[in-house]
């Protein structure tokens, strides 16, 4: 625990930390500034300065998914760059070691990843030309798609980042703010969830 001597106080930073959490998940989950400050005994600016001082950007939900992606790497870094909502980019490696898993598990994963997409303004999609018109018929969803090639892609391809950064500057442009709800607090713990569950299978 770290903590610091100010005159005839002795603050902590872990306290601190955890309240500060404590407040933007209440509200991440719905709760206006009123009901946050209210609960955690502060007054409403502050709750409004925590929010300006950590904010990252404004504008609609945005989704970016991949595969199979040859630099995948440099491709989440500039997901990271633009601070999208849910990022999934797998290599062809990642791909085939997921789909090398148990099919039940597999196919359930990718019923709920579908679901959560739905509630996303934007779904940036970086696939076969097949996937992506399937998944524009899926989902009730903005899609723009950024074709790899033509179905089956069973090899990795190279993703021109300045032309994916193009993309995302221009999304992310057009998209109007929508504020905060509950609707979107629910969508980015999901989205945190099932990016955790697209994991490679441990090879023994």
Same mark, same amino acid.
């Given at each position: 625990m770290k903590l610091y001597r100010i005159g005839d106080k002795v603050? =902590? $930073?872990? *306290?601190?930390? %955890? @309240? &500060? /959490?404590? &407040?933007? $998940?209440?509200? @991440? /989950?719905? @709760? #206006?500034? %009123?009901? /946050? @400050? !209210? #609960?955690?005994?502060?007054? !409403?600016? +502050?709750?409004? +300065?925590? $929010? =300006?001082?950590? $904010?990252? !950007? *404004?504008?609609? !939900?945005i989704a970016l998914v991949g595969f199979p992606i040859a630099n995948a790497t440099e491709v989440k870094a500039l997901a990271e760059k633009y601070t999208l909502d849910f990022v999934l980019v797998l290599s062809q490696e990642e791909r085939e070691d997921i789909e090398s898993g148990e099919v039940t598990e597999v196919f359930n994963t990718l019923l709920e990843t579908i679901a959560t997409l739905r509630g996303y303004d934007t779904l940036v999609l970086m696939a076969s030309d097949w996937r992506i018109k399937t998944m524009e018929r899926i989902l009730g969803t903005e899609v723009v798609g950024i074709p790899l090639g033509a179905s089956p892609l069973r090899e990795a391809v190279t993703v021109d980042l300045d032309m994916l950064e193009g993309v995302l500057s221009g999304v992310m442009a057009a998209r109007p703010n929508h504020g905060s709800t509950s609707r979107g607090g629910r969508v980015l713990r999901d989205a945190a969830s099932l990016t955790g569950r697209w994991k490679p299978s441990k090879k023994s």
């Open positions: 603050v =902590s $930073e872990d *306290k601190l930390h %955890d @309240a &500060i /959490a404590s &407040i933007l $998940e209440d509200r @991440a /989950a719905g @709760a #206006t500034q %009123d009901d /946050a @400050a !209210r #609960t955690h005994g502060v007054q !409403r600016s +502050f709750v409004s +300065f925590l $929010e =300006s001082l950590g $904010e990252v !950007r *404004k504008g609609g !939900r």
